[in-house]
């Protein structure tokens, strides 16, 4: 990949670029071999694109529209970008609208009337006749300037240095505009790829590119496992899974972690929920009290209801009704405040928050309680491997012992699934179907916790016969408990069941 | 490498030619040059001479240099610490900077900008205001301001 002689895609170059220098290859396309990895999960299919082969498939989409509409391919890119890779609104807007208004809202100079643009701007070139660059300001012979369509038309070191400024400072890779002033003619990537020298910035130029275009398409995904560099490609767009070659498994709609049963819309919420500030607010809310005058936050720390403000307000009132002090005397069992219309009001809002606390609290509790065992439950891979070596060493041959690793991988599932289970629940409004799906909700969970105290604790080397055929029931259970469960959800949403409380 | 070149081609071009109004200092060091902009005719800085510092970054002109006002300034447009809220000084994507943009254009976009205030983009909202809608008393404290603050230029 750091060969020096590489272009994004010259090998689609349509022949008809004015510039006739010589091209940089900056990825060498056809070196890779993309070893096609069409995943087999029975309705959803989709693919594990490489970095070269998304550049592949990028060249591919350009090549598609050229057959068609025949300008460069560089102008193609900048258009395809400008529609978000949307080829068919490309073509339609090509067709249809007013290509000179198409071509001035991408930033490009129309081809087709490219060579009238020429004459008019680019000043008569003599062989031996110098121009200054209006960079440098330097006076240099005409063959060390270039430019763009545009006609403005600068020396080949400023070039390089302004566009090595912008991708590597500005980070701007698809939308660098020419040098000139209040020009906004865009440089396209053969050019880019002759003016930078440096393989770095090149490089960094192709991962601006092929970058906004996997995030600009929305038939691409990005892994969203750190340190993966591959992106996944479908046929249409679906809440599914999707299992990348790093072996990360997340939803194609959304990019989360797999989240069966919940939907993407609710985990965002949850998400969010969990990620902000509105739950420091309501603890705040159901936990202290506020100063009937001054209004500063109060948490009550002794048993006396008799307060007094300490921020320099200093006024006196009961923590229980909060109204004023002073009537409440030496008969405070009598509380005849008690009832007071304001105080209700104030004890109502209280208590709703205390209790919408307590229902955040209860389903937050648990779904975190869930990740984190599915955290440890990755410890337990190295566990169970020990395990499974020293059955093997006693009288179990390498097939009898892969039941273990078979039950930590449903024992995973069973977490992953419970986990988002809470997140489905929070959101969902009683009725006779979330009945049910608590009664699965129940039945997988202690099913699951039950499979995950055999694979902790009881497993010896004296038992082994004995546990394995527990383990091997109670791991069938569970995941067919599971499925049970994600089918009642799946039902529940084809007809309708589930009423959402936000 | 062609920090320098251009350098010495701007400044020399702005002792030798300058535009009306604006005299640069050349000093032994190329990356600050003092400014003395005179206040544009029928604006309430008249008359007034305004000092400036230019402060010129390695990577010029690929990014844009650094202008300030000493001489305090009260204008919309630009804060108490004579710090310039303009296009021009700012690079891409919230500015306009490009390279080709010389010292003379930026300092003569100060001048302008001197007599042409842009309400809609302010660094003193609270000047701004003023000059949106009581645009006599903007002028009366901008006049008094820059007699109080500013020399005379002769």
Known sequence: ????????????????????????????????????????????????????????????????????????????????????????????????????????????????????????????????????????????????????????????????????????????????????????????????????????????????????????????RWCPSPDCNNAIKVQYVESKPVTCKCNHTFCFNCGENWHDPVKCRLLRKWIKKCDDDSETSNWIAANTKECPKCNVTIEKDGGCNHMICKNSCKTEFCWVCLGPWQPHGSSWYNCNRYDEEDAKVARDAQEKSRAALQRYLFYCNRYMNHMQSLKFENKLYSSVKEKMEEMQQHNMSWIEVQFLKKAVDILCLCRQTLMYT?????????????????????????????????????????????????????????????????????????????DYLD | MSKLQRLNREIKRLVDHPPEGIICYPSDNLSNLSINIIGPHSSPYEGTLFEMELEIPDRYPFVPPRLKFITPVYHPNIDNQGRICMDLLKMPPNGGWRPTISLENLLVAVQSLLGNPNPDDPLMVDIAEEYRYNKQEFERKARLHAKENGKLSS
């Open chain 1, 1 to 220: 990949m750091d060969s020096e002689e590489e272009t994004l895609y010259d090998d689609i170059d349509s022949g008809n670029e004015s510039s006739g220098d010589d091209v940089d290859f900056a990825m060498d396309v056809e070196s890779s071999n993309p070893i096609e990895r069409t995943a087999d999960t029975d309705e959803y299919p989709f693919e594990v694109l490489s970095t070269e082969e998304i550049v592949q498939h990028m060249v591919d989409c350009i090549k598609d529209v050229n057959t068609v509409v025949e300008i460069p391919a560089t102008t193609t890119r900048i258009l395809l970008n400008h529609f978000k890779w949307d080829k068919e609104k490309l073509m339609e807007r090509f067709y249809d609208g007013d290509q000179e208004k198409l071509f001035t809202e991408a930033h490009v100079i129309n081809p087709f009337t490219k060579t009238s643009a020429l004459i008019k701007n680019r000043p008569q070139i003599k062989t031996n006749a110098t121009e200054e660059c209006g960079v440098c300001f330097m006076a240099l012979p005409a063959s060390m300037m270039t430019g763009l369509e545009c006609g403005h038309r600068f020396c080949t070191s400023c070039w390089g240095e302004y566009l090595t400024t912008k991708i590597m400072e500005e980070g701007v890779g698809q939308t660098i505009a020419c040098a000139a002033h209040a020009c906004d003619i865009l440089v396209d990537d053969a050019n880019v790829m002759r003016l930078i020298k440096d393989s770095k910035v090149k490089l960094k130029y192709q991962h601006l590119i092929t970058n906004s275009f996997v995030e600009c398409n929305r038939l691409l």
């Open chain 1, 422 to 498: 809470y997140v489905f629940a929070y959101y969902l409004q009683k009725n006779n179907q979330s009945v049910l799906f608590e009664d699965n909700q129940r039945d997988l969970e202690s099913a699951t916790e039950c499979l995950s105290e055999y694979l902790e604790r009881d497993i010896t080397s004296e038992n082994l016969a004995d546990i394995k055929q527990k383990v091997q029931d109670k791991y069938r259970y569970c995941d067919s408990r599971r499925k049970v469960l994600l089918e009642h959800v799946h039902e529940g949403y084809e007809k309708d069941w589930w």
